[in-house]
């Protein structure tokens, strides 16, 4: 479980960096690598910036920053 909060927290500190990344593509790189730390039962969302539902985590940017990809586990 540690694994996995470090690379979401990773993922998010990288996302600046990502940013002008097609959100289908980015999205499903970071499917892949919470899947890769064997982690199930989550969603990824891409919402407008500034929008992302209250529980969910955002945890990468792209479409220049325009939206963002939302996580939640559960």
Known sequence: MK?????????????????????????GEIAAKIEANGASGYSLQVVEKGSTPSDHKVVGTCDGGTKEIAYKRG
């Open 3 to 27: 694994k996995f909060l470090l690379a979401v927290g990773l993922l998010s500190i990288a996302g600046t960096a990502m940013a002008a990344k097609d959100c289908e593509e980015l999205k």
